[in-house]
C-alpha cells in the first residue's frame, strides 16, 4: 500500500474525526432552515445549538461512535427530505400534510414527483451515504473514540445544551410566535411524525366514529320529479388559466360558448392539499371545525336518506384517506384503473348510470385527475393544442412548455365537463352540476420558482381556484329563484369547500338541521366567509396569517380579497 492508500486508512480509522464531522453534517437542514425561515436571532440560535449539542452527546454515548452515526440513519433520511422540501418550495420544515400525503399519494404520482428531484437526492447522497459507510465500517472494525474526546465531547454538549434552552426560554418570553416544538429542527418534525401518525389512525377508524350520525335529511321537492345533481371535483385545476375567468388563451373554447353558465370569479380554497380540500367540501365541516370531520358523514349520506340513488366515479386511485371512505358510503362505488387515465371516461359512466336510474333522483360524484402534473399526461397527444407540450422536467427554463401542457389540461377538461353538460341536459331532468377544483398549483409564475402545489405556506396560485355552475332548462323553470340567487351571488367571495355542501343541499330540496342558508350560493341570506386558510396543525387562520407573502396578498386584493 502506497503512503496515500495508509494515510486515507489512518483517517477513516480515526474514528474522533467521524465524531466531530457527523454533528456538523446533521445541522445542515437546521443552518438552511435559518436562513429560508422568519425567526429571532435568539430562535436561530437555539435550533442551531440545541440539535449540535444532542448530537454531540450522542457521539459520546458509546466507545464505538460507527453504531451511534448507524442508529441515527433514520435522522439522515429526515434531513435528506427536509433539503428535499426546501429545495421544492424554498421554506418550511417537513409538513404534517407531507407526511399524510406520503401515505394517501399513489405510487405514480410519487414516481412523478421523485423523478425531479435529482439534485436534492443527489446532495443528500453525497451527505449521507459517506457517514454511513464510515459508521457501518467503524462499527465492524470495532474502532473507539478516545476517552478524552468522549468527555470533551459529554462537556461542550451539556453546556450547549442549556445554553440552546436557555435561549429557547428567552426567545418563548419574546415572542409568543415562538415555539421549540414547531421551530426547532428535527424536535419540530418529529412532532410532526407522531401527529400525522395519530391523523392516518383516526381517518383509518372513521367508519366507527362516524357510524352513528345522521342528516335527518328530507327531500322537500316533489317525489315524482326527475331530478339530477352532479358534483365535479377538479384536481389542480387554477382560475387564473380559464378563458371564463379572464385568461387571454382559448382554454374553454366549448364553455364559453354555453349561456346557461354561471362562474364565481372569487373562489379561493381554504387548503391547498387534496386529502383537506374534498373532506371540507363534502361535509359540513370548515377550518374551524375541521377535526369533527371523523364524526360526521359525507353529503353522499344525507342523499341517500332522502331516498336518492348515489354514485361516485373516480379517476383518482384508492388512497385510504377521508375521500375514500366517504365515496364509499354511495350505492355505487367506481375508481377508473386504465391505462390511460384520461378524465373522460367519467363521462361514459355517467351516461351509464343515468341510463340504468331512470325515473329517481340522483346523486353523482365525478372525480377527475383535472391538471395534476404531469401535465401532458393528461390528455390525448391529439387533443395538444399548444405546443410545444413535451417538458416534464419540474425546471423554470421549461417553463413555457409546462404551462402549454398546463393549459392544454385546461382545455380538455373543458371538452370533459361540456360533454357531462350534454349529458344531462338530453335526460330532459331537472339536473345541476357544479364543478370546482380541490386547489390550484403554482407554475414559476414569478421570482420565487415556485412549482406544483401542497407548500406549508400557500399561494395565490394554489389557492383561487375556478367555481361553475350550470342549470338545465327544466330545472330553471320549476326553480326560477334559485338561478336569480346565485346570480346575485356571483361576484361575491365564495369558499367552495365551504359553500358547495349547503349549495347542493338546498338546490335539490334537501332539509336537513345542517343546512346553513348563509352558505349557501343558491340562496338570499348568503354571507361571504371569512377568508380563512385550514394550516398545517388543522388550525382555521385567517387567510393574510397563512404566511402568505406580499406578492400574494397583491393577487388576492386584485380579486376584491384581503
Not at 132 to 142: D, K, L, M, Q, T
Not at 414 to 443: N, P
Request: hydrophobic letters at 40%; proline letters at 4%.
Amino acid at each position: 500500500m502506497n503512503r496515500y492508500g495508509k494515510a486515507i486508512k489512518r483517517f477513516f480509522a480515526n474514528i474522533n474525526i467521524l465524531a466531530v464531522i457527523f454533528p456538523l453534517l446533521m445541522i445542515v437542514p437546521n443552518i438552511l432552515l435559518d436562513i429560508t425561515e422568519s425567526m429571532s436571532f435568539l430562535a436561530k440560535t437555539a435550533n442551531i445549538l440545541v440539535p449540535l449539542s444532542l448530537y454531540c452527546l450522542l457521539m459520546s454515548v458509546r466507545k464505538n461512535a460507527g453504531v451511534t452515526v448507524l442508529w441515527l440513519i433514520v435522522f439522515m433520511v429526515m434531513n435528506s427530505f427536509q433539503i428535499v422540501v426546501l429545495y421544492l418550495f424554498g421554506e418550511s420544515i417537513i409538513a404534517i400534510d407531507m407526511l399524510i400525503n406520503c401515505v394517501t399519494t399513489n405510487s405514480s404520482e410519487a414516481g412523478e414527483l421523485l423523478s425531479n428531484l435529482a439534485l436534492p437526492i443527489v446532495i443528500s447522497a453525497v451527505l449521507y451515504l459517506p457517514m454511513i459507510a464510515w459508521g457501518a465500517y467503524s462499527a465492524v472494525c470495532r474502532l473507539k473514540t478516545s476517552i478524552k474526546f468522549r468527555i470533551m465531547s459529554r462537556r461542550y454538549g451539556l453546556v450547549g445544551l442549556a445554553a440552546g434552552i436557555i435561549l429557547s426560554s428567552i426567545a418563548m418570553l419574546v415572542s409568543k410566535d415562538f415555539n421549540p416544538a414547531r421551530h426547532i429542527y428535527p424536535l419540530n418534525v418529529v412532532s410532526n411524525i407522531v401527529t400525522a401518525l395519530h391523523r392516518t389512525y383516526q381517518s383509518a377508524h372513521y367508519h366507527d366514529t362516524s357510524e352513528s350520525f345522521c342528516y335527518d335529511a328530507v327531500d322537500t321537492h316533489a317525489e315524482s320529479q326527475d331530478e339530477i345533481y352532479v358534483l365535479v371535483i377538479g384536481e389542480t385545476s387554477r382560475a387564473v388559466n380559464w378563458e371564463l375567468f379572464g385568461y387571454e388563451r382559448p382554454t374553454n373554447p366549448r364553455l364559453s360558448k354555453r349561456n346557461n353558465l354561471i362562474t364565481f370569479p372569487r373562489a379561493v380554497s381554504q387548503s391547498n392539499t387534496t386529502h383537506k380540500c374534498v373532506p371540507m367540501m363534502l361535509t359540513h365541516t370548515t377550518p374551524l371545525s375541521f377535526d369533527s370531520i371523523m364524526y360526521r358523514k359525507s353529503i353522499i349520506a344525507a342523499f341517500k336518506e332522502a331516498g336518492y340513488a348515489t354514485a361516485v366515479f373516480s379517476n383518482q386511485a384508492k388512497n385510504h384517506s377521508y375521500t375514500q371512505y366517504f365515496s364509499e358510503e354511495a350505492d355505487v362505488v367506481k375508481y377508473l384503473e386504465g391505462a390511460d387515465h384520461y378524465d373522460h371516461n367519467l363521462v361514459g359512466l355517467l351516461r351509464q348510470n343515468l341510463s340504468e336510474n331512470k325515473g329517481r333522483k340522483r346523486f353523482v360524484l365525478l372525480h377527475t385527475y383535472g391538471s395534476h402534473f404531469y401535465y401532458n399526461e393528461r390528455y390525448p397527444k391529439e387533443m395538444s393544442y399548444f405546443k410545444p407540450d413535451d417538458a416534464t422536467q419540474a425546471n423554470i427554463r421549461h417553463r413555457s412548455q409546462l404551462l402549454n401542457a398546463y393549459d392544454n389540461a385546461i382545455r380538455y377538461t373543458d371538452g370533459v365537463l361540456d360533454d357531462i353538460i350534454a349529458e344531462l341536459d338530453a335526460t330532459g331532468a331537472k339536473a345541476v352540476m357544479i364543478y370546482t377544483s380541490d386547489h390550484g398549483e403554482d407554475i414559476f409564475d414569478d421570482e420565487r420558482g415556485r412549482f406544483l402545489h401542497a407548500s406549508p405556506v400557500p399561494t395565490y396560485y394554489q389557492l383561487h381556484v375556478p367555481l361553475i355552475v350550470w342549470i338545465s332548462e327544466e330545472y330553471d323553470k320549476a326553480y326560477p329563484e334559485v338561478r336569480q340567487y346565485l346570480s346575485a351571488n356571483k361576484d361575491m367571495y365564495v369558499a367552495p369547500s365551504q359553500s358547495v355542501f349547503h349549495t347542493l343541499l338546498q338546490m335539490s330540496g334537501l332539509d336537513t338541521p345542517y343546512l346553513d342558508e348563509t352558505q349557501s350560493m343558491a340562496s338570499f341570506d348568503y354571507v361571504s366567509p371569512a377568508p380563512l386558510y385550514l394550516n398545517d396543525y388543522n388550525e382555521g387562520q385567517p387567510l393574510r396569517d397563512s404566511g402568505i407573502k406580499t406578492h400574494d396578498v397583491e393577487k388576492f386584493k386584485e380579486i376584491g380579497i384581503l
